[in-house]
C-alpha cells in the first residue's frame, strides 16, 4: 500500500473514473478472459449418451461421441482447457477401472487428443468415482488408507499420461501423493508433465451436486479424515508448501467461493500458478435463483468468477465457462 497521502474531496472526486463504460474499461484491475478459464467434463461408459445433470442444470454426462462434440464447441469458444471426470460401468474396493488401459479416462483422453490436439487435457486423478465404496483411497476397517492408496494414485496419473493427457490434477488429499506421482511419472519418462495439485481441498457441503454427476458420494462415513477442516487457514498454507516442495506446477483451492480468503493468502505467500475450483453447489445455488427470477444470472455468474479472479487465482475451475466465454467475446 502506498504511503502517498491522496487529497482529500472535492479535489479528489474517485467517480471520475466512473463516468463512462469507456473509462471504467480502461481502469479495471482484474479482466477475466476464456484463457483464465477450465472447463469440467463427466464422461460414461455407451454411445450417443447426453444426460443431463438434474442437480446441475446445462451440465451433462457425456459419452466419449458426445463428448467430441462438446469440445468442438468448447474450442470455439476460445476455451482451451478442460478437466476430465470418469464414471465406470463396474467399481470395486481398489478402483481398478481409475488406472486401466481401457478406463473411461484413458480412452476419452486418447480421444479427445486425436481429435482436437490443441485443447489441453486435464485429468482428475482420485479414486473415488471408481470405488465400490465412493471414498478416495484403499480402505481397511472403514478407514482410508494413505500409504497404500499413493501407488494406486501414482499407477492411475501415469495411465491418463501414457494415454495423453497434458497435465494430471490429484484431488484425493491423501499426504505425499505429489511426491509419490511425480516420481512415478519422472520414472516413466514424463518428467515434462505438469502437476495441478489439489492442495488446499476442504470438507465441504458445496460438492453435493458434483457427487451426483461423478456417481461419487461415499457409500459410509465423510471425507473429514483427508479433506480439510472449512475453520483452518494456517494449515492450508502447510498443506500447500508441501505440494510445492514435493514438485507441485499449479496449486488449486477447493471450494473457491467460500475461501476467497484462502486464495488471497496462497497467493500473497507462493510465488507459484494458482488455481480455484468453482464448484458445483456454488453453480447450482446461481442457477437455482436465476431461473426462479430471483437474481441476474449472467451478472452473478461474471461477479462471481471476477472475485475469484481478484482474490488472486490465475485459473479457475468453473462449469459456467461455456457462459462466461460468451458473454466475454460478446463484451
Keep these: 500500500m502506498s504511503n502517498i497521502i491522496q487529497p482529500e474531496f472535492p479535489i479528489t472526486r474517485l467517480r471520475r473514473l466512473r463516468r463512462t463504460a469507456a473509462i471504467r474499461e480502461m481502469f479495471r484491475e482484474t479482466s477475466l478472459s476464456a484463457n483464465d478459464l477450465i472447463y469440467p467434463l463427466f464422461i460414461v461408459e455407451g454411445e450417443n449418451i447426453k444426460k443431463e445433470i438434474s442437480s446441475m442444470p446445462s451440465q451433462f454426462q457425456f459419452s466419449i461421441d458426445k463428448v467430441l462434440i462438446e469440445c468442438r464447441e468448447i474450442l470455439e469458444l476460445g476455451i482451451k482447457a478442460v478437466i476430465l471426470f470418469g464414471i465406470p460401468d463396474e467399481k470395486d474396493e481398489k478402483g481398478t477401472q481409475a488406472y486401466a488401459e481401457d478406463g473411461i479416462i484413458q480412452k476419452t483422453t486418447r480421444a479427445i487428443k486425436a481429435a482436437y490436439p490443441e485443447l489441453l487435457v486435464v485429468t482428475d486423478v482420485c479414486l473415488c468415482e471408481y470405488t465400490s465404496h465412493g471414498h478416495c483411497g484403499a480402505i481397511e476397517d472403514g478407514d482410508v488408507l494413505n500409504d497404500q492408496t499413493l501407488e494406486l494414485l501414482a499407477m492411475e496419473a501415469v495411465s491418463h499420461v501414457n494415454s495423453g493427457a497434458d497435465m494430471v490434477a490429484p484431488s484425493d488429499m491423501m499426504d505425499g501423493r505429489i511426491d509419490a506421482i511425480r516420481k512415478a511419472l519422472d520414472s516413466h519418462g514424463f518428467e515434462n508433465t505438469?502437476?495441478?495439485?489439489?492442495?488446499?481441498?476442504?470438507?465441504?457441503?458445496?460438492?453435493?451436486?458434483?457427487?451426483?454427476?461423478?456417481?461419487?458420494?461415499?457409500?459410509?462415513?465423510?471425507?473429514?479424515?483427508?479433506?480439510?477442516?472449512?475453520?483452518?487457514?494456517?494449515?492450508?498454507?502447510?498443506?500447500?508448501?508441501?505440494?510445492?516442495?514435493?514438485?507441485?506446477?499449479?496449486?488449486?483451492?477447493?471450494?473457491?467461493?467460500?475461501?476467497?480468503?484462502?486464495?488471497?493468502?496462497?497467493?500473497?505467500?507462493?510465488?507459484?500458478?494458482?488455481?480455484?475450483?468453482?464448484?458445483?453447489?456454488?453453480?447450482?445455488?446461481?442457477?437455482?435463483?436465476?431461473?426462479?427470477?430471483?437474481?441476474?444470472?449472467?451478472?452473478?455468474?461474471?461477479?462471481?468468477?471476477?472475485?475469484?479472479?481478484?482474490?488472486?487465482?490465475?485459473?479457475?475451475?468453473?462449469?459456467?465457462?461455456?457462459?462466461?466465454?460468451?458473454?466475454?467475446?460478446?463484451?
Design 194 to 331: 505438469p502437476i495441478m495439485a489439489y492442495a488446499a481441498k476442504y470438507s465441504s457441503a458445496f460438492y453435493g451436486p458434483f457427487r451426483e454427476a461423478a456417481e461419487s458420494a461415499p457409500q459410509f462415513g465423510d471425507r473429514k479424515t483427508y479433506q480439510m477442516d472449512p475453520g483452518n487457514s494456517d494449515e492450508a498454507l502447510r498443506e500447500i508448501a508441501l505440494d510445492i516442495n514435493e514438485g507441485a506446477d499449479i496449486v488449486m483451492v477447493k471450494p473457491a467461493l467460500s475461501y476467497l480468503d484462502v486464495i488471497r493468502r496462497t497467493k500473497d505467500s507462493f510465488n507459484i500458478p494458482i488455481a480455484a475450483y468453482n464448484v458445483s453447489g456454488e453453480y447450482s445455488m446461481v442457477r437455482a435463483a436465476a431461473n426462479a427470477g430471483w437474481i441476474d444470472g449472467e451478472k452473478v455468474m461474471m461477479e462471481i468468477l471476477t472475485s475469484i479472479k481478484r482474490a488472486g487465482a490465475d485459473v479457475i475451475i468453473t462449469y459456467f465457462a461455456k457462459d462466461a466465454a460468451r458473454l466475454l467475446r460478446q463484451s
